[in-house]
């Protein structure tokens, strides 16, 4: 099995940034894509960013294309996400995923969970 363990949530101003990192260990060779979901309160899990590794490709979701990073570093096994300008509706709980699988970017397609990091955005 994997393990994910996130860190960097907080609270920030709208127009700020925050840096999520995700620390994998276990079977951490069973990996393909990595990345990053989010859920509001009274919302599905979204899909937010992800790092595909046979693929050598990143995919966003549209709402934070050119405001958010997701990088990896497979020496270290781990997987950051970068936020900048950030808005009041990214407030939410962070998930780091991970799929043995390279294909998919819904919920579904990761076995592989976090606990989750709390994102708050004020106005």
């Known amino acids: 099995q994997v393990q994910l363990v996130e860190s960097g949530g907080g609270w920030v101003q709208t127009g700020g940034s925050l840096r999520l990192s995700c620390a994998a260990s276990?079977?951490?060779?069973?990996?393909?894509?990595m990345g990053w979901f989010r859920q509001a309160p009274g919302k599905d899990r979204e899909f937010v960013a992800a790092?595909?590794?046979?693929?050598?490709?990143?995919y966003y979701v549209d709402s934070v294309k050119g405001r958010f990073t997701v990088s990896r570093d497979n020496a270290k096994k781990m997987v950051y996400l970068q936020m900048n300008s950030l808005k009041p509706e990214d407030t939410a709980v962070y998930y780091c995923?991970?799929?043995?699988?390279?294909?998919?970017?819904?919920?579904?397609?990761?076995?592989?969970w976090g606990q989750g990091t709390q994102v708050t955005v004020s106005s």
């Open positions: 276990g079977l951490t060779f069973m990996i393909d894509n």
């Open positions: 995923a991970a799929s043995s699988s390279g294909s998919g970017y819904q919920p579904v397609n990761f076995e592989f």
């Open positions: 790092n595909s590794w046979s693929r050598s490709s990143t």
